[in-house]
Protein backbone atom coordinates (compact mmCIF):
# COMPACT_ATOMS: atom_id res chain seq x y z
CA UNK A 1 0.00 0.00 0.00
CA UNK A 2 0.81 3.65 -0.82
CA UNK A 3 0.29 6.35 1.95
CA UNK A 4 0.61 9.98 1.68
CA UNK A 5 -0.23 13.06 4.16
CA UNK A 6 -0.35 16.59 4.00
CA UNK A 7 0.30 18.81 7.34
CA UNK A 8 -2.63 17.96 8.53
CA UNK A 9 -3.14 13.91 8.30
CA UNK A 10 -3.20 11.11 6.21
CA UNK A 11 -4.66 12.15 2.65
CA UNK A 12 -3.99 9.01 0.62
CA UNK A 13 -4.03 5.26 1.22
CA UNK A 14 -4.27 3.18 -1.71
CA UNK A 15 -2.87 -0.08 -2.92
CA UNK A 16 -0.09 0.27 -4.98
CA UNK A 17 -1.23 0.26 -8.68
CA UNK A 18 -4.01 2.49 -7.44
CA UNK A 19 -1.79 4.79 -5.94
CA UNK A 20 0.23 5.18 -9.04
CA UNK A 21 -2.56 6.54 -10.84
CA UNK A 22 -3.91 9.06 -8.50
CA UNK A 23 -0.31 10.45 -7.75
CA UNK A 24 0.51 10.67 -11.62
CA UNK A 25 -2.92 13.13 -11.42
CA UNK A 26 -1.28 14.81 -8.47
CA UNK A 27 1.53 15.92 -10.20
CA UNK A 28 -0.17 17.60 -13.16
CA UNK A 29 -0.46 20.80 -11.89
CA UNK A 30 2.92 22.77 -11.48
CA UNK A 31 2.37 23.93 -8.32
CA UNK A 32 1.85 20.95 -6.81
CA UNK A 33 4.79 18.14 -5.33
CA UNK A 34 5.20 15.08 -3.37
CA UNK A 35 8.39 14.88 -1.17
CA UNK A 36 9.42 10.94 -0.01
CA UNK A 37 9.59 11.58 3.90
CA UNK A 38 7.79 10.43 6.76
CA UNK A 39 6.11 12.44 9.42
CA UNK A 40 4.15 12.11 12.30
CA UNK A 41 0.94 11.03 10.68
CA UNK A 42 2.71 8.37 8.20
CA UNK A 43 4.65 6.83 11.59
CA UNK A 44 1.54 6.34 12.95
CA UNK A 45 -0.23 5.04 10.42
CA UNK A 46 2.28 2.26 9.94
CA UNK A 47 2.42 1.57 13.77
CA UNK A 48 -1.54 1.55 13.60
CA UNK A 49 -1.91 -0.73 10.19
CA UNK A 50 0.64 -3.10 11.81
CA UNK A 51 -1.62 -3.74 14.83
CA UNK A 52 -4.85 -3.64 12.25
CA UNK A 53 -3.05 -6.88 10.38
CA UNK A 54 -2.11 -8.33 13.36
CA UNK A 55 -5.77 -8.34 15.18
CA UNK A 56 -4.62 -6.06 17.61
CA UNK A 57 -6.32 -2.97 16.49
CA UNK A 58 -10.09 -2.48 15.38
CA UNK A 59 -10.61 1.43 15.16
CA UNK A 60 -7.87 3.85 13.97
CA UNK A 61 -7.30 7.11 15.09
CA UNK A 62 -4.51 8.52 13.39
CA UNK A 63 -5.82 12.05 11.98
CA UNK A 64 -7.16 12.34 8.34
CA UNK A 65 -7.10 15.03 5.99
CA UNK A 66 -10.45 14.27 4.27
CA UNK A 67 -11.06 15.93 1.26
CA UNK A 68 -14.56 15.55 -0.86
CA UNK A 69 -18.09 17.23 -1.41
CA UNK A 70 -19.95 17.93 1.99
CA UNK A 71 -22.26 14.23 0.89
CA UNK A 72 -18.58 12.59 0.59
CA UNK A 73 -17.51 13.51 3.74
CA UNK A 74 -20.81 12.64 5.75
CA UNK A 75 -21.03 9.77 3.68
CA UNK A 76 -17.10 8.71 4.82
CA UNK A 77 -18.34 9.17 8.51
CA UNK A 78 -21.39 6.79 8.86
CA UNK A 79 -18.63 4.30 7.03
CA UNK A 80 -16.08 5.05 9.32
CA UNK A 81 -18.76 4.46 12.11
CA UNK A 82 -19.41 0.66 10.50
CA UNK A 83 -17.92 -1.78 13.57
CA UNK A 84 -14.86 -4.02 12.97
CA UNK A 85 -15.63 -7.08 11.88
CA UNK A 86 -19.14 -6.08 10.74
CA UNK A 87 -20.77 -4.99 7.11
CA UNK A 88 -23.66 -2.59 5.97
CA UNK A 89 -25.35 -2.51 2.87
CA UNK A 90 -25.62 0.29 -0.22
CA UNK A 91 -28.94 0.84 0.97
CA UNK A 92 -28.89 0.67 4.29
CA UNK A 93 -26.26 3.66 4.47
CA UNK A 94 -28.67 5.41 1.58
CA UNK A 95 -31.86 5.46 4.20
CA UNK A 96 -29.58 6.80 6.63
CA UNK A 97 -28.29 9.45 4.60
CA UNK A 98 -31.97 10.52 3.44
CA UNK A 99 -33.46 7.65 1.43
CA UNK A 100 -33.44 4.91 -0.33
CA UNK A 101 -33.04 7.34 -3.57
CA UNK A 102 -29.38 7.68 -2.11
CA UNK A 103 -28.08 4.54 -3.05
CA UNK A 104 -25.97 5.79 -5.95
CA UNK A 105 -24.12 8.44 -4.09
CA UNK A 106 -23.21 6.31 -1.65
CA UNK A 107 -21.59 3.68 -3.96
CA UNK A 108 -19.65 6.58 -5.76
CA UNK A 109 -18.84 8.35 -2.46
CA UNK A 110 -17.17 5.12 -1.87
CA UNK A 111 -15.54 4.77 -5.30
CA UNK A 112 -13.97 8.30 -4.27
CA UNK A 113 -12.49 7.00 -0.99
CA UNK A 114 -9.02 7.42 -1.02
CA UNK A 115 -8.14 6.42 2.35
CA UNK A 116 -8.83 2.79 2.25
CA UNK A 117 -8.85 0.83 5.52
CA UNK A 118 -9.32 3.76 7.45
CA UNK A 119 -12.30 4.31 6.00
CA UNK A 120 -13.26 1.14 5.70
CA UNK A 121 -15.43 1.06 2.43
CA UNK A 122 -14.76 -2.65 2.24
CA UNK A 123 -17.39 -3.33 4.60
CA UNK A 124 -20.24 -1.76 2.51
CA UNK A 125 -21.59 -4.73 0.61
CA UNK A 126 -24.39 -4.71 -1.95
CA UNK A 127 -28.41 -6.59 -0.92
CA UNK A 128 -27.79 -10.19 -0.38
CA UNK A 129 -24.93 -10.09 0.89
CA UNK A 130 -23.44 -9.26 -2.72
CA UNK A 131 -19.99 -7.75 -3.25
CA UNK A 132 -19.78 -5.16 -5.23
CA UNK A 133 -17.01 -2.48 -5.99
CA UNK A 134 -13.83 -1.63 -4.23
CA UNK A 135 -11.25 0.44 -5.24
CA UNK A 136 -8.74 -2.73 -4.22
CA UNK A 137 -10.70 -5.14 -6.13
CA UNK A 138 -13.15 -7.57 -4.75
CA UNK A 139 -10.92 -10.57 -3.75
CA UNK A 140 -8.97 -7.92 -1.65
CA UNK A 141 -12.79 -7.08 -0.24
CA UNK A 142 -13.75 -10.29 0.44
CA UNK A 143 -10.15 -10.69 1.98
CA UNK A 144 -10.34 -8.01 4.15
CA UNK A 145 -14.22 -9.04 5.31
CA UNK A 146 -12.98 -12.39 6.12
CA UNK A 147 -9.60 -11.63 8.28
CA UNK A 148 -11.81 -8.90 10.43
CA UNK A 149 -14.25 -11.22 11.18
CA UNK A 150 -11.81 -13.94 12.36
CA UNK A 151 -11.13 -11.58 15.19
CA UNK A 152 -14.60 -10.43 16.06
CA UNK A 153 -16.48 -11.55 18.46
CA UNK A 154 -19.95 -11.47 17.30
CA UNK A 155 -18.28 -13.41 13.63
CA UNK A 156 -20.81 -12.56 11.05
CA UNK A 157 -21.00 -16.19 9.36
CA UNK A 158 -23.57 -14.17 6.40
CA UNK A 159 -21.97 -15.92 3.17
CA UNK A 160 -20.62 -13.68 0.62
CA UNK A 161 -21.39 -13.59 -3.36
Known amino acids: MVSCSSEKGIVLLLFEEEARIFIHKFRQPENSCLIDSK ?20 KFSVELDLRGSDHQLKIWEKVQNI ?24 ANANAQNNILILIPC ?33 NNKDTLF
Open 83 to 106: PFGETRNYGDIAVEMGGKNYTRVV
Open 122 to 154: HRVIGSGNKLTGYRGGIERKRWLIGFERTFNEA
Open 39 to 58: NEFLEKLELQLQEYFSGKRR
